[in-house]
Nanobody, 119 residues
């Protein structure tokens, strides 16, 4: 069973920065894609950014140029550097990881970390 533990959320003023981290453990196979999703109150969970094991990335249009996703494969850890934060970025942020084993791909979620941006 893969466990994902997020850290780095909190309260920040508009225009500020935060860095989220997510460490994965318990996988017997290499972790494939990792990513961050977010969910604001009353809204659906949405993709923020994803990164492949090889380092290819994709971002939601709303965060391009402000957020940067990265990972350390040796540590099974993914990061999200968030700059120029606005109140629209306020949400619970969830880490996601995929594990590819023979014949199947499983996705795992962290419990979430709250990011609140005050205007």
């Amino acid at each position: 069973q893969v466990q994902l533990v997020e850290s780095g959320g909190g309260l920040v003023q508009a225009g500020g920065s935060l860095r989220l981290s997510c460490a994965a453990s318990g996988s017997t196979f290499p972790i494939s894609d990792m990513g961050w999703y977010r969910q604001a109150p009353g809204k659906q969970r949405e993709l923020v950014a994803r990164i492949t094991r090889g380092g290819s990335t994709n971002y939601a249009d709303s965060v391009k140029g402000r957020f940067t996703i990265s990972r350390d494969n040796a540590k099974n850890t993914v990061y999200l550097q968030m700059n120029s934060l606005s109140s629209d970025d306020t949400a619970a942020y969830y880490c996601y990881a995929e594990v590819v084993s023979p014949g199947r791909t499983l996705g795992y979620w962290g419990r979430g970390t709250q990011v609140t941006v005050s205007s």
